[in-house]
Nanobody, 129 residues
Framework: QLQLVESGGGLVQPGGSLRLSCATS????????IGWFRQAPGKEREGVSC?????????IYADSMKGRFTISRDNAKKMVYLQMNGLRPEDTGAYYC?????????????????????WGQGTQVTVFS
């Protein structure tokens, strides 16, 4: 059973940066689409960024994250990262790493939580003034 463990959340001021990490137990990340999702209190879980299993791991971002967030993976370390720059108070929430085998994600509208079946426990990001 694939396991995911997130880390790297914390408190940061607006404009600051954080790098979230997702440690996986995958034999090979090439078989999995990986997504980062977030959930603010009282709101639905939303897609932040995804890496697809096709096209050498194309990356997908929600519009509000483009240019600020970068998703990446290290196949050798079996790690997935989310570099977050220019953080805003509205980026506050619990951030989750998720995985799904053999999943193609070709657009932000396909980077949705209902398409992913394996989840980590989440890490909290708080952006405060």
């Amino acid at each position: 059973q694939l396991q995911l463990v997130e880390s790297g959340g914390g408190l940061v001021q607006p404009g600051g940066s954080l790098r979230l990490s997702c440690a996986t137990s995958a034999f090979s990340l090439d078989y999995y689409a990986i997504g980062w999702f977030r959930q603010a209190p009282g709101k639905e879980r939303e897609g932040v960024s995804c890496i697809s299993t096709d096209k050498a791991g194309r990356t997908i971002y929600a519009d509000s994250m483009k240019g600020r967030f970068t998703i990446s993976r290290d196949n050798a370390k079996k790690m997935v990262y989310l570099q977050m720059n220019g953080l805003r108070p509205e980026d506050t929430g619990a951030y989750y790493c998720a995985a799904q085998s053999k999943l193609v994600v070709s657009s932000a509208t396909q980077c949705t939580s209902n398409r992913f079946g394996v989840w980590g426990q989440g890490t909290q990001v708080t952006v405060f003034s």
